[in-house]
């Protein structure tokens, strides 16, 4: 499903970041974006408040149960199932737990406005970041919800690794600067979807997807965006 990314810094440009061409358009959207901010469009980091990045290693393995709740059949129908955001300054456990909140849901107890809101939660409130509409083309439009709901249909996600792409740690490398703009963290996430419905029916399938993950220093993680492609 359509997907964007957060380094331009607007939600149309957003989506340019992370669409699937490697580390050469990484590297010259973060040059354009830190053109455009020099401009006078965004104030970058005082030195007392931009430390270096928060230290996170290249992987992480998410634990067996996963840190986000799943829905269940005994929420109370009409109240969004979806985990508030977790307290982390850690991109790739913010990453993991969004991820299993994502692949998450229970359409008997919920509305897609409702999973909607959930999720949103999650967003940066630096607007300059925060794509929205990557996040809401993530679900369902309310009528094949309407349908999934009437088929009794239910998920619960489990995410089991998280890493930094070679392509953005490599962009990031040549030119550790451009992280202190946003503090934005591409992070790629795997795991495994399992679906119920009525009458018994169940299925799995694995899960793979790439976050824009804001980390400022001494403020929880949130979401900024979503990769129209994976990247390994």
Known sequence: ????????????????????????????????????????????????????????????????????????????PGASAVAAPPHTSDPLKFATAFAT??????????????????LRSWLTGESKYA??????????????????????????GEAAEAHLPAAWQQAIGKDPSQLTIAYVYAVTVTGKQTISWLDGGRGAEDRAITLAVQCRPGRDCALASIATTVYP
């Open 1 to 76: 499903m359509p997907k964007s990314s957060p380094f331009t810094g607007q939600s149309t440009m957003l989506r340019r970041l992370l669409i699937g061409l490697g580390v050469l358009v990484i590297v010259a959207l973060l040059a354009g974006l830190t053109a455009r901010l020099a401009g006078g469009d965004h104030r970058t980091p005082s030195a007392a408040n931009s430390p270096s990045s928060p230290p996170v290693s290249a992987t992480s393995t998410a634990s067996p149960h996963g840190s986000v709740p799943s829905p269940s059949a005994g929420a109370t």
């Open 131 to 156: 794509d929205p509409d990557a996040l809401a083309a993530q679900l369902p439009d309310p009528v094949l919800w309407s349908r999934m709901r009437d088929n009794g249909q239910h998920a619960t």
């Open 101 to 118: 909140a994502l692949w998450s849901y229970d359409t008997r107890t919920t509305t897609q406005p409702q999973q909607l809101a959930g």
